[in-house]
């Protein structure tokens, strides 16, 4: 099957790519998973196909304002990084607030020309205002700890029961999204990795003869498959990884 849809498709796959059933691929059925499970980790951190932006909402919990931080292992255990932190707490008009008079006042008037220009000119300036008197709090994630701190005082900024939406990039699961086994990078990334420690296996043998006077090169192929992966790697990062900065946090 030239279009693998699940883990032993693509391992049957990549062996015939290397030459089996003609040729014996002395590779362990173990090794093969590890291969699989490394490929995809790549494919997941370095390839703009295998995350997906979403925007996870949370109702705030009392112990959440306590530790400081949202345990994201509770809220989607697939993020790897976080953009941006979102309150949606509802609070009440304030009709004197110089944003809603504005829009008030200039609500009927959007459409007289030159009015809108005006108005959204003002807008820009009192956004530059808040940015200023107010700015955006900042947030720390790293996903080895899986916990999403805010710098900000959570007692005073956030209630038990408020919602807040955190908008972050997700691993998308290969056996929901079966389409990634089909990758052509990917493919070509797990055939290496099973080359190399095909050779890595062989070259424990090297220089032993065999029946028919035969020697194994393991060597030369560990050599060749190690190329192969840099040269993947490679392109990867340099055409298929997100900007650094869409993935901060």
């Known amino acids: 099957m030239a279009t693998p849809t699940s883990r032993q498709t693509l391992k049957e796959y990549a062996l015939r790519r290397l030459g089996h059933p003609v040729i014996d691929i002395n590779i362990d059925d173990s090794q093969m998973e590890d291969n699989l499970d490394d490929a995809i980790q790549f494919f997941q951190e370095y390839h703009f196909d295998g995350v997906l932006q979403v925007f996870l909402k949370h109702q705030v919990t009392s112990s959440d304002i306590t530790n400081g931080y949202l345990a994201m292992d509770d809220i989607d255990s697939n993020v790897v990084s976080v953009n941006k932190l979102f309150n949606l707490a509802v609070n009440s008009?304030?009709?004197?607030?110089?944003?809603?008079?504005l829009a008030l006042n200039d609500f009927f008037g959007t459409f007289t020309p030159g009015t809108l220009t005006n108005y959204t000119i003002t807008k820009q300036h009192l956004e530059m205002l808040e940015d200023i008197l107010d700015p955006e709090k900042n947030?720390?994630?790293?996903k080895v700890t899986n916990k999403l701190y805010g710098d900000f005082n959570w007692s005073d900024d956030l209630d038990a029961g408020d919602y807040v939406v955190i908008d972050a990039y997700s691993k998308l699961d290969p056996e929901t999204y079966t389409e990634i086994y089909n990758d052509r990078l990917l493919k070509k990334y797990v055939t290496a990795l099973f080359k190399r420690s095909w050779g890595n296996n062989l070259s424990k043998f090297e220089g032993v003869t065999v029946l028919g006077g035969v020697q194994f090169n393991g060597a030369k192929i560990l050599d060749e498959a190690s190329a192969e992966i840099d040269k993947i790697e490679e392109e990867v990062q340099d055409k298929y990884e997100l900007p650094p900065d869409m993935m901060t946090g």
Do not use: M
Request: aromatic share 24%; no cysteine.
């Open 139 to 142: 947030i720390r994630f790293s």
């Open 93 to 101: 008009v304030n009709l004197f607030d110089v944003s809603y008079q």
